[in-house]
């Protein structure tokens, strides 16, 4: 598999305050991302994605952006909440492979009341 | 809520026993997955069904064993399996298994072998 490692394996931030996530990777082939959140005990739960001709997406209160120059993908969490205290994981495709992803090792966010 | 369920939610072994894991998705999804996920780290991709056939078996090994009866279930049969293989067992269905489809996850078998 391709290394798609994150910077911070553990976050705390403040509730109210924005989060930002990190995620690099080394495939420069790669042409698809997902970021998911993992709540303890659960499945990882799809937030947003972007594919490589685009370099920033926005969802309901996430954004990721994408530079594909320096191989870093990144999500920021606007007014952090308690309910987003989880596990984030990135998880990247290679072009033309279908659709077999490989994620990176995961950053801990927690949120303080 | 994930629209892939999975069941038993948790399931204890012996490492003799036989037992099976069971996925199902109603989305009409033609690609389905099994990844495996031990405590604080990333999933790992273990098989992939395309239109029930397999087409991803990464190099696990046989005492795991797939099966894709329909469109809409996958199983993962288990026999004479270790104390390490006691993890979290994730089924993930995606529209299709072209480029650039969207994996979903079910919430995962807790299995645990002693």
């Known amino acids: 598999g391709e290394s798609v490692g994150l910077h911070l394996p553990t976050l705390s931030v403040q509730e109210g305050d924005n989060s930002i996530i990190n995620c690099a990777y080394s495939n420069s082939a790669s042409d698809y991302f997902i970021w998911y959140k993992q709540e303890s005990g659960k499945g990882p739960q799809f937030i947003i994605d972007i594919r490589s001709n685009m370099d920033k997406r926005q969802g309901q209160r996430v954004t990721v952006l994408l530079n594909k120059t320096v191989k870093h993908l990144s999500l920021q969490i606007a007014a952090t909440q308690p309910g987003d205290s989880a596990v984030y994981f990135c998880?990247?495709?290679?072009?033309?492979?279908?659709?077999?992803?490989?994620f990176g090792t995961g950053t801990s966010l927690t949120v303080i009341p | 809520d994930t629209e892939v369920t999975q069941t038993p939610k948790h399931l204890v072994m012996g490492m003799t026993n036989k037992k099976s894991l069971k996925c199902e998705q109603h989305m009409g999804h033609r690609a389905m997955y099994w990844y495996k996920q031990k405590a604080k780290k990333p999933p790992e991709l273990m098989f992939v069904?395309?239109?029930?056939?397999l087409s991803i078996n990464e190099s696990v090994p046989s005492r795991f064993s797939p099966e894709c009866p329909n469109s809409s279930l996958l199983n993962l049969h288990l026999h004479a399996l270790q104390p390490e293989d006691s993890a979290l067992y994730l089924c993930?269905?995606?529209?299709?298994w072209g480029s650039g489809n969207t994996i979903y996850f079910g919430e995962g078998s807790w299995l645990t072998v002693v």
């Open positions: 998880a990247e495709k290679e072009a033309n492979t279908g659709n077999q992803f490989y």
């Open positions: 069904y395309s239109y029930e056939k």
């Open positions: 993930a269905s995606s529209q299709g």
